[in-house]
């Protein structure tokens, strides 16, 4: 949710597992065994494709001023034909590349050459960058400062923390003041109440994404979501 507007700008693609006899499984439960498997490569672009194909349809709705993030594991980012493999996923879909965003984290970075190369040509192509889980990794100034990146998320542990207590909020006002004097985005993720998010508003962060607004969605149910509220101000479902 953009802050300056109070109008929906995006969503998140999330994997769930919907097993016929365990139940809904969450990503913290398989993702680990996808990733010990050698798995996570084609499942990450079976993600990329589906989300892609999906935010177009979005689009084909009427539903334009939309963007999707897509995290990236550790083995799709070191691939070396990642960025080829974006740009034919777009090219079958018919996304325009600016309505996507691949999130990493901080961890990733650590390989500057290869990091730089990569990044540098998503976003040539026009792909949005995203930090995630920004504050629990590899932070340093050196690689905001270098690298293409458009946003910082973040972490929701900052964002739980910050109402208890002066020393979070200063965390979190610190690292929305040092993205902004770096010309990035700033984007809470984890929002789940009212003060947090009049706080983060203080704060002038820019988006902000949480339960407060929506809990993980279906693709059927986001529609129905999306043709409700956007683009009417949240204030006006939130009251």
């Given at each position: 949710i953009?802050?300056?507007?109070n109008q929906i700008v995006g969503v998140e693609a999330l994997l769930r597992w919907n097993h016929p006899e365990l139940g809904l499984i969450p990503p913290a439960n398989f993702i680990p065994l996808a990733e010990e498997m050698g798995l996570m490569v084609n499942l990450g672009e079976w993600v990329l494709n589906h989300a892609?194909?999906?935010?177009?349809?979005?689009?084909?709705?009427?539903?334009t001023s939309l963007k999707v993030s897509i995290n990236l594991s550790p083995q799709e980012f070191l691939k070396q034909q990642l960025v080829d493999k974006v740009k034919q996923v777009l090219l079958e879909t018919g996304l325009t590349p600016q309505c996507l965003e691949l999130e990493i984290t901080?961890?990733?970075?650590?390989?500057?050459?290869r990091s730089?190369?990569?990044?540098?040509?998503?976003s040539t192509i026009g792909i949005?960058?995203?930090?995630?889980?920004?504050g629990t990794g590899y932070s340093s100034l050196n690689y905001l400062k270098n690298f293409n990146i458009h946003r910082l998320k973040i972490d929701r542990s900052f964002i739980h923390d910050m109402?208890?207590?002066?020393?979070?909020?200063?965390i979190v006002g610190t690292i929305i003041s040092i993205a902004h004097a770096l010309d990035l985005k700033v984007i809470a993720e984890g929002v789940e109440t009212e003060q947090q998010s009049d706080y983060l508003k203080d704060q002038e962060c820019d988006i902000l994404q949480g339960y407060l607004f929506a809990k993980p969605l279906t693709a059927?149910?986001?529609t129905e979501y999306l043709q409700?509220?956007?683009p009417m101000p949240v204030s006006s479902y939130l009251s």
């Amino acid at each position: 949710i953009d802050l300056q507007t109070n109008q929906i700008v995006g969503v998140e693609a999330l994997l769930r597992w919907n097993h016929p006899e365990l139940g809904l499984i969450p990503p913290a439960n398989f993702i680990p065994l996808a990733e010990e498997m050698g798995l996570m490569v084609n499942l990450g672009e079976w993600v990329l494709n589906h989300a892609c194909r999906q935010m177009k349809s979005w689009h084909d709705q009427g539903l334009t001023s939309l963007k999707v993030s897509i995290n990236l594991s550790p083995q799709e980012f070191l691939k070396q034909q990642l960025v080829d493999k974006v740009k034919q996923v777009l090219l079958e879909t018919g996304l325009t590349p600016q309505c996507l965003e691949l999130e990493i984290t901080e961890s990733m970075t650590m390989d500057v050459i290869r990091s730089t190369s990569v990044l540098e040509e998503l976003s040539t192509i026009g792909i949005q960058i995203a930090i995630d889980d920004f504050g629990t990794g590899y932070s340093s100034l050196n690689y905001l400062k270098n690298f293409n990146i458009h946003r910082l998320k973040i972490d929701r542990s900052f964002i739980h923390d910050m109402m208890s207590g002066q020393k979070g909020k200063k965390i979190v006002g610190t690292i929305i003041s040092i993205a902004h004097a770096l010309d990035l985005k700033v984007i809470a993720e984890g929002v789940e109440t009212e003060q947090q998010s009049d706080y983060l508003k203080d704060q002038e962060c820019d988006i902000l994404q949480g339960y407060l607004f929506a809990k993980p969605l279906t693709a059927k149910h986001a529609t129905e979501y999306l043709q409700k509220y956007s683009p009417m101000p949240v204030s006006s479902y939130l009251s």
